[in-house]
């Protein structure tokens, strides 16, 4: 057990707390949203929170942690919802947050310490430029840039853009390492990949350069439909119209909008109404418009229309995962899945599943850009009765050819691709030769051995001395 006294005294000058309930409160993330995640990480506690304010800082502390063996768990705001921020080893949870700084807004990019909040990096650009970021997560309100980066995928800009995996849409980043004596490492280009989404295993970044795109006063729209299929054919053809400037487009299945989108309720006409999410661009309204109506959708609801959006949320914060948030805090039997659909038959292997589950797995669906074609990517709800139920549902969208990225995982591979990211784990051997950064989410680190294909789910032995 390393010594946290002689670590705390060692930091001294940098921000450190111990104080076992507000530690406690720094271990978590929105891992409840899995019920079975919830049971596995309830316990998870670390053992200080070190909150570093620049570089220089971030380097000491992981020269002291080092010295001691003790863990480190670095942390943005804590809304991952995979246990990607917490400290299963327990030790220091690093808190990134209090790195905010904007250090430079050029042309086409952006550069700034890990800890900005995604919506005031966005403020700011919009503000000293016009430009934005080319897509968010739908938690922008409160979410690092940092934490996006390494435990994120995409969000709202996706439909055009694509995802953070897609080269160009990080420049460079700069990673500190956990080593006897910390380096500073510069990543671009595909090196990239050792650290995006790498929940922060192989290395701490202290420095983002990302691109920008032109900002717009994006306009709200939600589009109703009697049948939820319809609904997703619509999304489709629209997020096939090369003309119309979309920033996002989520169909969500009746009686999902009615029931948990408080705010937007009024506009709806009753529980049997699909709800198609958009968001576009002030001067694409008007065809907007006509495109809809040939399709036989119905405008409920635009934010350019309604007298004052005071007390309604933006459109993107009924979206992603917050469509799951809406149901769950309404009805905390509700969790979730994240499926693929790959295209060109996207949209049949929706239909099939649909018709399969009916309002057991109520369809929520993001169109995104995913290897320059269309397709869309699953967070439908489900209403929880059980593991095993929640398992053949799995299986049977797997055998029904789409891939599950199971949140209900804490780890690299089985939230991913279900295989070894050799990239990461050879950075990691260079970077953090102890195994000391975020103990316990990379199985190929802990266990090259395993099988995943056995059917087994992997647990990591360091979480039993958590009780
Ligand atoms: P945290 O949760 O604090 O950290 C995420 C991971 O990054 C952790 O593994 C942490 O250890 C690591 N990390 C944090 N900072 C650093 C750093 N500086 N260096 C190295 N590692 C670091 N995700 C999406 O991709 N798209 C969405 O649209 C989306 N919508 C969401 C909606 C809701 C309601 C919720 C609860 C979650 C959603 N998420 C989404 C997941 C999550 O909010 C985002 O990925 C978010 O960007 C994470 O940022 P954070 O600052 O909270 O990171």
Known sequence: MPD????????????????????????????????ILKAQLENVTGDLVVSPTSEEEVIHTLRVAYAHGAPVTPRGAGTGNYGQAMPLSGGIILNLAGMDKIKSIQPGKVVCEPGVIIAQLDKQ???HSGQELRFHPSTAQTATIGGFIAGGSGGVGSITWGGL?????????????MEAEPQVLDLTGWDLQKVSHAYGTNGIITEVEMP????????????GYDDFMDAVRFSDALSHMNGLLLKEVAPVAAPIPYDYFTRHKPYLRDRGQSVVVIMIAPHAMDPFAAFVAQQKGEILFRSDMVESMKGIPHAYELAWNHTTLRALKVDPTFTY????????DHVAKVGKLVEIFGDEVPGHLEFIRFDAAIQCAGLPLVRYTSEARLEEIIRIHEDNGCPIFNPHRYTLEEGGMKQTDR???AFK???????????GKMIAWDNPDFDFNAGKNYLFPGLAAMG
């Open 4 to 35: 946290y006294a002689a670590i705390k005294k060692e930091l001294e000058g940098i921000a450190v707390e111990d104080n076992p309930a507000l530690v406690r409160q720094k271990s978590r993330d929105f891992f409840w949203y899995s019920p």
């Open 125 to 127: 650009t919009k503000a």
């Open 165 to 177: 995996r897609d080269l160009g849409n990080i420049l460079r980043l700069r990673v500190v390492t």
């Open 212 to 223: 920008l795109a032109p900002a717009y006063d994006w306009v709200d729209v939600l589009v």
């Open 337 to 344: 899945l994240q499926v693929q659909y790959p295209s060109p």
């Open 423 to 425: 990239t990461q784990l």
């Open 429 to 439: 051997q260079q970077t953090d030769p102890k195994g000391l950064l975020n103990p």
